[in-house]
């Protein structure tokens, strides 16, 4: 049976977003709260809370299920969360429990895959069979996604974008490593660059930025400085914008994609990170990848919602036997 919608929840480290989607991809409504710091299950209550109101009013049978997107890193095969860096979800069985009280089919996958389907479906990469997705958030996340279809690696597990090593000695990550991308672009460690900044005269524009609290300063203030004209931040996102310009490098002269497409609330905001990022990757990719273009992802914070709808109706679709 066809049915009309499905509910995309994208869950961050700071706010949990949630829609039920019409299969065209359009968000009838929506619904969004801070992310509870109470504990996994208040995180999970949380989840079901929001796509149970999205529900109600609609008949079950019209619902193709739930998808959900997390901030971890997801055996797809096994729908078991393996490892979370900014949520205490690790083996926590997110599926069952939302699949129990909500008695609907739910599909949970990484946030970065989920939004790089919001965008393939659609957003920014909309008909590009081969592309790469970065996610730039709380974490730094991403997918692949080739010849049309998201690739996932043998157990799920792939797309860690965000992990890839660009200095040995570097940073220490939240993942445990030390000098991953995350921990050079995460926006706890923009917020570090702009509260260093922030003490000497020079960076008192990112300062008012955040209100005139050194304490208070977070990445989203360096990009408002920034856009505001600040060059103390715009210097910090210029040089984050490098070092992503060349693990960006690494990525496409692996796979060769048509198409990079940076998201997430720093990804979408920080138009100065991500030129710089391209002009370090169409100066530095091997001759005859550099057609690639680096476009800002264009759905905002409805990708992972979008994309988490969307993996939910074709998982439905499957079950039932049906094509898209
Ligand atoms: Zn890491």
């Not at 065209?24 to 149970?52: C, E, M, N, W, Y």
């Not at 920014?124 to 690739?151: Q, S």
């Not at 060769?256 to 979408?268: D, K, M, Q, S």
Request: proline share 3%; hydrophobic share 45%.
């Amino acid at each position: 049976m066809r049915t009309s919608y499905a509910v995309g929840v994208d869950v961050g480290g700071t706010r949990i977003a949630a829609g039920l989607v019409e299969r065209k991809g359009r968000i009838v409504r929506d619904s969004k709260r801070l992310t509870p710091q109470a504990g996994p299950f208040a995180v999970v209550d949380a989840i079901i809370d929001l796509a149970t109101d999205l529900m109600s009013g609609v008949q079950a049978s019209e619902i193709a299920g739930i998808g959900i997107g997390l901030p971890a890193q997801i055996d797809f095969l096994k729908q078991e969360v393996e490892f979370c860096t900014n949520l205490p979800l690790a083996g926590v069985d997110v599926r069952s429990l939302v699949m129990s009280r909500t008695k609907s089919e739910v599909t949970i996958d990484n946030d970065g895959h989920m939004a790089a389907v919001g965008e393939a479906r659609f957003g920014a990469a909309k008909g590009a069979r081969d592309f790469l997705m970065v996610t730039l958030g709380t974490g730094v996340g991403g997918g692949m996604w080739v010849n049309g279809e998201p690739y996932r690696g043998s157990r799920g597990l792939g797309g860690e974008i965000g992990h890839t090593v660009i200095s040995l000695d570097g940073p220490p990550c939240p993942c445990g490593g030390r000098g991953h991308l995350e921990s050079y672009l995460g926006r706890a460690a923009i917020a570090e660059k702009g509260r260093e900044a922030a003490k000497t005269f020079s960076g008192r524009a990112i300062l008012d930025a955040a209100g005139g609290s050194s304490a208070g300063i977070t990445a989203d203030a360096v990009v408002l400085a920034a856009r505001g004209g600040d060059n103390v931040a715009r210097k910090i996102l210029i040089e984050a914008g490098e070092v992503l310009g060349r693990a960006l490098v690494g990525f496409v002269n692996v796979l060769n994609p048509r198409l990079v497409c940076i998201g997430g609330g720093i990804g979408e905001s920080a138009d100065f990170l991500v030129e710089r990022a391209s002009e370090v990757m169409q100066a530095e990719a091997l001759a005859g990848r550099r057609d690639v273009k680096v476009v800002q992802a264009v759905l905002g914070n409805d990708a992972g919602i979008l994309g988490a709808a969307a993996l939910a109706f074709d998982e439905h679709d499957a079950r039932e036997g049906l094509h898209r």
